[in-house]
């Protein structure tokens, strides 16, 4: 590939989902020229696999002591090297390149490649809240249930239709049977109900700008829930409704909590981040407060 003007001076590490194979050349192109722009030496260049989507690349740029790493993919990617650099000191930037890009839609990180890497090599870090769930670390949301199932069955639709798929493959699953579920937060009394999805975030925002968690905050310290119960067009319906009109419905029970206990009447398909985790009857989900160095625009304000 092209290379970069070395440098004395700062690096990063690059760590590439290569999902888009025509873009590659084209990507090194682009982020080596901005590094040269703005004195950075060549870039460690680190392409993800099927079997490992980033942990493993930013592990091996945190031992070569790089100076910032760039995540380029989609939620999944950025969430494995946010697994590698929580606590190192290192800051994470965000290339946005896949379907959804949920934490840097939450977080109003630029889209567009010119401005990320901008944002990237010349902007702020702040400290952000990592979530985790069973043992992995995720930065927007974990979910079990119905969000896990439809995510499972919109795999395969997932490359023509975009996020479009995903909403096709829920229709399939609206007339589900809720979970009987227990919760146990902090030091309170369980919790028990029936849900349709247990839906935690970090972030609050879905695809589309729902506000499906709307006081979650990358940084307070604590995690948000959302218990969804629902069956039926009608009552998914009803719970739409009163996720975009922002009004209170007793099908949305919500809490927020450093540590919860999630235990359920049976195993069911869960997902971090967008990214399936086969199934689960237990949920342990804990937060590591400000364990993250995350690159954003240098003006943002407070």
């Known amino acids: 590939g092209p290379r970069c003007r070395p440098s004395p001076m700062s690096r990063a590490g690059v760590v590439a989902n290569p999902a888009r194979r025509s873009n590659r050349a084209r990507l090194r192109t682009l982020v080596c020229a901005a590094m040269a722009r703005h004195g950075w030496g060549e870039p460690l260049w680190l392409e993800t696999s099927a079997g490992d989507p980033g942990e493993r690349m930013a592990r091996t740029a945190v031992q070569a002591q790089v100076d910032l790493v760039l995540a380029s993919g989609g939620d999944g990617t950025v969430t494995a090297c946010a697994a590698a650099l929580a606590g190192s000191g290192i800051p994470l930037a965000v290339l946005p390149a896949g379907t959804g890009n949920l934490l840097a839609r939450n977080l109003g990180l630029p889209l ?4 990320a890497l901008a944002v990237a090599l010349t902007g702020a870090d702040r400290y952000l809240d990592v979530g985790v769930a069973n043992g992995r ?3 927007v949301m974990a979910g079990i249930g119905f969000d896990a199932r439809a995510l499972d069955s919109s795999q395969r639709l997932k490359k023509n239709l975009g996020w479009g798929a995903y909403y096709a493959a829920a229709l399939g699953h609206l007339r589900d049977k809720p979970m009987g579920v227990q919760l146990r937060a902090d030091s309170r009394a369980p919790v028990r109900l029936r849900a349709s999805a247990l839906i935690i975030g970090n972030v609050g925002a879905l695809p589309g700008g729902v506000a499906l968690l709307p006081d979650a905050r990358p940084d307070d310290g604590l995690l948000d829930l959302v218990a969804v119960t629902a069956q039926g067009l009608a009552g ?8 975009l009109l922002r009004h209170g419905t007793a099908q949305l029970a919500r809490m927020t909590f450093r540590e919860l206990h999630v235990r359920l009447d049976g ?10 985790m086969g199934r689960a009857s237990q949920l342990k989900v804990t937060v590591q407060a400000g364990q993250l160095l995350l690159r954003g625009p240098a003006l943002a304000a407070s």
């Open 112 to 115: 567009a490649l010119d401005d």
């Open 137 to 139: 670390p995720f930065l």
């Open 236 to 243: 998914w319906f009803a719970v739409g409704t009163g996720l």
């Open 267 to 276: 195993e069911q398909p869960w997902q971090l981040d967008g990214e399936s």
